[in-house]
C-alpha cells in the first residue's frame, strides 16, 4: 500500500461515454476538497465506444488517474475485483460511472471510515422500499461482507496505467 495515497476510488466503466466527462469531473471536485492525496482507477471492462480514449484524456492531464483496460467484456465484479487489487490508498471506495450515486455522497463515507468503522456500504434509498427493508439490505450485507474471502485470478487485463 502507498502510504502517499489516502483514497482510492475504483469507478468500474462499460461504454460510459455519454457521461464519462462529467463523472470525472465531479470526482475530482469531491476529492480535491478532501485536501488528501487520492487516486482514480477506472477499469474500463471491455467498452467499445471512446470511454478509453477519454479517460487516457484525463491522464495525461492528471496524474492521479489511473487506467486499467480489460481485453473484453469481464463483468462488473470482476472490474471492482482488479481495481481493489491495484488501489493503494488506505481507503477503497467504489463508485458507479454513470453517476446515479452522487460522488458527493463520497465525503460522507470517509467520515465515517475516519470515525472508525471499517466497511462503509451506502444504500440509495428510494421510494421502492421502506426503511425497514433497507436496514434488512444492509444486514445481508454485512453477512456477505464477513464471509471469508477465497483467491481468485483474473486474465485478460489488455492495458494498465497505474
Known amino acids: 500500500m502507498n502510504a502517499e495515497i489516502c483514497y482510492s476510488i475504483v469507478i468500474p466503466v462499460y461504454n460510459e461515454e455519454a457521461v464519462i466527462d462529467q463523472t470525472y469531473r465531479r470526482l475530482k471536485q469531491v476529492l480535491d476538497s478532501t485536501k488528501d492525496p487520492y487516486e482514480l482507477i477506472f477499469v474500463n471492462d471491455g467498452s467499445c465506444d471512446h470511454t478509453t480514449a477519454k479517460i487516457k484524456g484525463f491522464r495525461a492531464q492528471d496524474d492521479a488517474v489511473k487506467l486499467i483496460t480489460f481485453s473484453r467484456n469481464f463483468g462488473y465484479q470482476v472490474a471492482i475485483t482488479v481495481g481493489m487489487d491495484y488501489a493503494s490508498g488506505a481507503a477503497v471506495v467504489v463508485i458507479d460511472a454513470d453517476l446515479q450515486d452522487p460522488p458527493e455522497v463520497i465525503l ?4 465515517q471510515w475516519k470515525e472508525g468503522f471499517d466497511v462503509v456500504y ?9 426503511v425497514s427493508e433497507c436496514y434488512g439490505m444492509m444486514k445481508k450485507e454485512r453477512k456477505r461482507f464477513k464471509s471469508s474471502a477465497k483467491e481468485h485470478t483474473v486474465c485478460g487485463i489488455e492495458e494498465a496505467y497505474i
Not at 460522507?108 to 467520515?111: P, S, V
Open 122 to 130: 451506502a444504500i440509495l434509498f428510494s421510494s421502492y422500499y421502506t
Open 108 to 111: 460522507d463515507t470517509i467520515a
